[in-house]
């Protein structure tokens, strides 16, 4: 017998071979489209913080449901960028009955019945001084927060939302709102909070594009420190066990442990997100089909490392090769 018997580079002869030996891969359907609702109507303008993104409303919002449709990809994220001026210390228009997520949300699904809409939830976006909470002296006052966060889960459901994502990290978060839907009628919504959701640099375009930096950031009270794996496991596992639907883990490419650990511990559907400082530097790090490459490998570790769905700004292009 020749030395060695074993040669794995025959399963890379071909490309036909590597096709048919290959483990993972990223479709249309993997995907979940970010989407930043103003509150003005029919608005297109660029969103210049986050390379290719757009600020839609009214009929470019629906044109931009239909194309979403039509590339195969299920499911859209909408964010909420309220008038500077309807901003409070209550962030009560997080649950205006038209406020901009709830007006998307009704825009999206006339638009594009079959699109899976998913809401962010969160009150940074609300607040005025851009903390995910309620203000109690200094504090994040975390019950205050459930008791905004479940009224403005209600008013996303009744807009027709179908799948809520509370994205504050605040204790409890998960079993409120399924308490609040249920009791409103909506026991057929999902919940799909950001379970692992690390305090992260990564996130500073996103923050900068919503104009939702706080002075003085208190992240680190509620998002998990990024040196704490177990604790993000932890975390998932309340959030499993409170009712959640589909865990998410965030930012997607440092956490790629947490996603294999989480595949492994949890059956739950697992969702990642690319967030927008990763996407930036990616896009920044080359060009044409090279970008391509890049964002594809990228993606594709995403999903080789646990992943069922990965929330990323370049889901359209993605898709559409
Ligand atoms: C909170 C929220 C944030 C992101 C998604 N939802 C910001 C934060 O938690 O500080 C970040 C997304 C990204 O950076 O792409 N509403
Ligand atoms: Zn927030």
Redesign the pocket.
């Given at each position: 017998m020749t030395f060695p018997a074993t040669r794995l580079r025959r399963l890379r002869t071909t490309p036909a071979i590597r096709d048919m030996v290959r483990e993972t891969r990223v479709t249309a359907h993997d995907l979940i489209m970010?989407v930043f609702a103003p509150a003005a109507p029919d608005t297109n303008q660029p969103l210049p913080q986050?390379h290719g993104m757009r600020l839609l409303s009214g009929a470019p919002l629906a044109a931009e449901a239909r194309e979403i449709q039509a590339l195969g990809i299920p499911a859209v994220l909408v964010?909420g960028m309220p008038h500077k001026t309807a901003r409070n210390d209550a962030a009560s228009a997080a649950h205006a009955a038209d406020g901009p997520i709830q007006d998307a949300v009704r825009t999206l699904k006339r638009a594009a019945p079959g699109l899976t809409v998913i809401t962010?939830?969160?009150?940074?976006?609300f607040t005025d001084h851009g903390h995910?909470g309620l203000l109690r002296g200094d504090r994040i006052d975390n019950d205050a927060t459930l008791a905004c966060l479940q009224r403005a889960a209600v008013s996303h459901a009744e807009a027709g939302a179908d799948v809520i994502?509370p994205?504050?990290?605040m204790d409890g978060v998960v079993r409120s709102l399924r308490q609040a839907l249920d009791d409103a009628g909506h026991t057929h919504v999902l919940t799909m909070p950001?379970s692992a959701?690390f305090?992260?640099g990564?996130?500073?375009?996103?923050?900068s594009a919503?104009d939702?930096i706080p002075g003085e950031s208190r992240?680190a009270t509620h998002?998990l420190d990024p040196a704490n794996a177990d604790q993000a496991l932890h975390e998932i596992e309340l959030d499993i066990g409170e009712g959640a639907d589909i865990i998410m883990v965030?930012?997607a490419l440092p956490s790629l442990d947490i996603l294999r650990a989480a595949r492994e511990r949890f059956p739950a559907p697992l969702a990642a997100?690319?967030?927008?400082?990763?996407?930036n530097m990616l896009w920044q790090a080359a060009e044409g089909e090279d970008r391509h490459r890049l964002m594809s490998e990228i993606l594709t570790c995403i999903k080789r490392a646990g992943a069922d769905m990965i929330?990323t700004?370049y889901a359209k292009q993605a898709a559409s090769r």
């Amino acid at each position: 017998m020749t030395f060695p018997a074993t040669r794995l580079r025959r399963l890379r002869t071909t490309p036909a071979i590597r096709d048919m030996v290959r483990e993972t891969r990223v479709t249309a359907h993997d995907l979940i489209m970010p989407v930043f609702a103003p509150a003005a109507p029919d608005t297109n303008q660029p969103l210049p913080q986050i390379h290719g993104m757009r600020l839609l409303s009214g009929a470019p919002l629906a044109a931009e449901a239909r194309e979403i449709q039509a590339l195969g990809i299920p499911a859209v994220l909408v964010f909420g960028m309220p008038h500077k001026t309807a901003r409070n210390d209550a962030a009560s228009a997080a649950h205006a009955a038209d406020g901009p997520i709830q007006d998307a949300v009704r825009t999206l699904k006339r638009a594009a019945p079959g699109l899976t809409v998913i809401t962010d939830l969160c009150l940074c976006e609300f607040t005025d001084h851009g903390h995910c909470g309620l203000l109690r002296g200094d504090r994040i006052d975390n019950d205050a927060t459930l008791a905004c966060l479940q009224r403005a889960a209600v008013s996303h459901a009744e807009a027709g939302a179908d799948v809520i994502a509370p994205s504050g990290m605040m204790d409890g978060v998960v079993r409120s709102l399924r308490q609040a839907l249920d009791d409103a009628g909506h026991t057929h919504v999902l919940t799909m909070p950001y379970s692992a959701k690390f305090a992260s640099g990564f996130y500073g375009p996103f923050k900068s594009a919503t104009d939702s930096i706080p002075g003085e950031s208190r992240h680190a009270t509620h998002q998990l420190d990024p040196a704490n794996a177990d604790q993000a496991l932890h975390e998932i596992e309340l959030d499993i066990g409170e009712g959640a639907d589909i865990i998410m883990v965030k930012p997607a490419l440092p956490s790629l442990d947490i996603l294999r650990a989480a595949r492994e511990r949890f059956p739950a559907p697992l969702a990642a997100y690319q967030v927008s400082g990763v996407y930036n530097m990616l896009w920044q790090a080359a060009e044409g089909e090279d970008r391509h490459r890049l964002m594809s490998e990228i993606l594709t570790c995403i999903k080789r490392a646990g992943a069922d769905m990965i929330v990323t700004y370049y889901a359209k292009q993605a898709a559409s090769r």
